[in-house]
């Protein structure tokens, strides 16, 4: 495609519900991230892919949070058992090569 | 620690003045430093990185490793350049560390 699509867009998620939020990088594009932006903060890492490799975890908040890219294209964050601090917006974003990120519109979570 | 700080959450400049977005970094090797912009209801995109000395929309940067600067710059502001800037700061290879951002705003 023609950017980093990100879908759904918006998300109400009762507290303990569990949830998946989907990416689609730009086709060819082996890299992909996904962040996590709290209102009034800028975006924090939470992991990275290579092709399906996941090779960086570590900004997961717990283990709740899970992702996967199975066939190194379309990647799936996974929240488990939702909490209100839970409540963000989760960027995605990928990457040729070291030139910048191209992100995605987001998701909005909200946990109620 | 590594850290990006933006001193200012809000800015607000006429139209036609300066403006300077700073930032300020800490990291113990050497830094890849970028801004990134978000216009409303638009999706955050790269506006430069140090490392292409280049000049995108009238913006400037220059990294200045003895302050440990970043400072965003435009001689005359505009009204389309009232947006939320992110200073972004590469972590190793593929991490990336932003401040919480400053939100620009251009008044006629």
């Known amino acids: ?7 759904p867009r918006y998300k109400v998620a009762k507290r303990g519900q569990d949830v998946a939020l989907r990416c689609d990088p730009i086709s060819g594009h082996v890299s992909l991230f996904w962040y996590q932006q709290a209102l009034g903060q800028g975006p924090e890492f939470l992991t990275y892919f290579q092709n399906e490799a996941q090779l960086d975890k570590s900004g997961l908040p717990s283990d709740r949070f899970f992702a996967e890219r199975p066939e190194g294209s379309v990647s799936t964050l996974k929240i488990q058992r939702t909490q209100q601090e839970d409540s963000a917006v989760y960027l995605c974003a990928s990457s040729s090569r070291r030139d910048g990120y191209t992100f995605g519109s987001g998701t909005r979570l909200t946990v109620v | 620690a590594q ?6 959450k809000l800015l607000s400049v006429f139209k036609g003045a300066p403006v300077e977005l700073k930032c300020n970094y800490s990291y113990s090797g050497s830094p890849e430093l970028f801004w990134y912009v978000q216009y409303s209801r638009q999706r955050l995109q790269l506006l430069l990185r140090h490392i292409s000395r280049e000049s995108i ?3 400037t940067a220059d990294l200045n490793k003895g302050e440990t600067s970043f400072h965003l710059k435009k001689p005359f502001a505009q009204e389309e350049d009232s947006a939320m800037y992110y200073c972004a700061l590469a972590s190793g290879t593929y991490k990336y560390i932003f401040g919480t951002g400053t939100r620009l705003k251009v008044l006629a």
């Open chain 2, 3 to 8: 850290r990006v700080t933006q001193p200012e």
């Open chain 1, 1 to 7: 495609g023609a950017g980093v699509s990100q879908s």
């Open chain 2, 57 to 59: 929309k009238g913006f």
